[in-house]
């Protein structure tokens, strides 16, 4: 899940939970946009943690040679 995935299911979440008014026989939306907003936030947690890993090792490391002065 992307960060922009995570976003969209923490806006859908908060939809549901706070503007819709309608009802639906056998599911509560409240809940459904808590469940929505709660897997965002993890997904956005997981995804900043990886993007941090992945951005914390892009220094490249030079390897240096050296000759063998008898070749």
Same mark, same amino acid.
């Given at each position: #899940?992307?960060?922009?995935?995570?976003?969209?299911?923490?806006?859908?979440?908060?939809?549901?939970?706070?503007?819709?008014?309608? =009802?639906?026989?056998?599911?509560?939306?409240?809940?459904?946009?808590?469940?929505? #907003?709660?897997?965002?936030?993890?997904?956005?947690?997981? =995804?900043?943690?990886?993007? #941090?890993?992945?951005?914390?090792?892009?220094?490249?490391?030079?390897?240096?040679?050296?000759?063998?002065?008898?070749?």
């Amino acid at each position: #899940m992307g960060l922009g995935t995570s976003i969209f299911l923490i806006a859908l979440g908060a939809i549901f939970k706070f503007a819709v008014t309608a =009802s639906v026989s056998g599911i509560e939306l409240a809940t459904l946009g808590v469940i929505l #907003m709660v897997v965002g936030g993890l997904g956005l947690i997981v =995804s900043l943690m990886l993007h #941090m890993q992945a951005n914390r090792g892009g220094v490249a490391r030079e390897r240096v040679v050296e000759r063998d002065p008898y070749c």
